[in-house]
């Protein structure tokens, strides 16, 4: 049974810091290649990183110097340390496996004060 779980998401203050876990299982995680994506109300989901099986890493400008992908095949987990974080950061964020094209089910962040 394929299994993408996300976890790590809350409440946090402007300029605050979370790290978002993706804990993967039921494939060959070192194989594939790991996104995440956020999706707030009313607006389309938007892609935000990527890392491939070599480590090879990409961002979207929207985050590039605040966020850091990351992955540890050996727990088959995916990261997303999220620093600086801003109000309009607020998302449902989501971990897709591009091996299997599947998604997550989702953690909420919110950015307030």
């Known amino acids: 049974q394929v299994q993408v779980v996300e976890s790590g998401g809350g409440l946090v203050q402007p300029g605050g810091s979370l790290r978002l876990s993706c804990a993967a299982s039921?494939?060959?995680?070192?194989?594939?290649?790991m996104n995440w994506y956020r999706q707030a109300p009313g607006k389309e989901r938007e892609w935000l990183a990527g890392i491939s099986p070599a480590g090879n890493i990409y961002y979207a400008d929207s985050v590039k110097g605040r966020f850091t992908i990351s992955r540890d095949n050996a727990k088959s987990t995916v990261y997303l340390q999220m620093n600086s974080l801003k109000p309009e950061d607020s998302a449902v964020y989501y971990c897709?496996?591009?091996?299997?094209?599947?998604w997550g089910q989702g953690t909420q962040v919110t950015v307030s004060s």
């Open positions: 897709f496996a591009a091996k299997l094209q599947y």
């Open positions: 039921g494939f060959t995680f070192s194989s594939s290649a």
